[in-house]
């Protein structure tokens, strides 16, 4: 059980105190549950990590991992700053009345009016990626009149171990300036030279779902030996050193992460460390989880509806999404857990695949788990769909993507409504015939 998942006195899955089952019957399925009291222990756990050390910190919540206005809201009532990576996550942000200033945006080709909405609401940093990107904010920052703060991207050529499409800290990566071949050291003299530009820091993130600092403090040595470097040459120091997001977490028994607090630890110390051996002033870290804040925090509900057996090869259950509110095991061959919430303790039967109705053969949720035999109208939970879930939903097959309800000390909060058919055709125009 992860979080607050108790099992109530009639065999239910509860999430922050209400039955799930209940939920389902209320919202209907697929639902996603948040575990809003999973959500603040983590930021927490973020922000104490750093209190043992005499650092300045800022703890952003990387929004592409759940982003909606609640949610936003949330972070803000949680003290995180906002990484955002697209005009659509800038204007959830803003219109959740999120704080602009403590705003930063990434991507690796924001757009003019992306650009242009991040300045003139005046957030906090551009991240700027690459040297099409600085050029076009000094010259809309000098269009306005206006002083942009901006951090730059680099790859520091660290391979994180994660599967190879969650990789983004290695050369052979499409974001960023490349650290190890001057790129960066160009792209500093560059915003040094722009009197509109205000070069503030310097980024990096090495990969998503990762479970060592070794990756961390490997590519924080590599910085700090270039900081030295850009100190010397450029006379340029970062105020802030950000190193991104990826802290893994434990999806099945087999992810074994270290704890937040291990790898804040050892990247703070390897930084503190570096800094003075070089004879730098340890800038302001900043930290950006995504996964680590909200993965665990959700899960999802399902209705069970057909299976089919295979003699002697399989199984399968089929539920009521699938690939269209969870693309990571189609996309990662990522793995899950699962239980039949209305069954919650009942002892496994059989061994069985979850597949959704998708009409793809590679829309299975969960190739192999051991559950009690599931009967039509069962739910089925499946757990840690906190992060990258919602967030890439899509409406194959015209499926309506699904509500998401928070669940608190026994409350529930419906945080978006389930699409309809309607909400489906709302962009559909009818065709106009040419033939006469
Ligand atoms: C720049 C940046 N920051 C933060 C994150 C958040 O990563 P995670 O959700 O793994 O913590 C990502 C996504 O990988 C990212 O690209
Ligand atoms: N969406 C991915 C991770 C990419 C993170 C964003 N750079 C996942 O579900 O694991």
Redesign the pocket.
Known sequence: MRGTQTINENNHLVIGGVDTTELAKKYGTPLYVYDVADIRKRSLAFKEAFRPYPVAFKVAY?S??FSSVAMVQLAEELGLAL?VVSGGELYTALVAGYDPKNIHF?GNNKSEDELLLAIDKKIGAIIVDNFIELQMVKTLAEARNQTVCIMLRMTPGVEAHTHEY?M?GQEDSKFGFDLMNGEVKEAIKYALNAPSLKLTGVHS?IG??IFEAEGFTHAVKRIVEHMAAWKDELGFEPEILNI????GISYTKKDQPISISAFIGSIVETIMAECSANQLEVPEIWI?????IVGEAGTTLYSVGTHKSIPNIRKYISVDGGMSDNLRPALYQAEYEALLANRASDASEEQVAIAGKCCESGDILIQDIALPTAQAGDILAVFCTG?YGYSMANNYNRLPRPAVVFVEEGQEQLVIKRETYEDLLQYDLAFQTTVK
């Open positions: 990387a592409k991992a990484d990434h969650i983004t993130h998503s779902q991104g997001g990826g802290f950006e989880p995504g996964r680590s992060a």
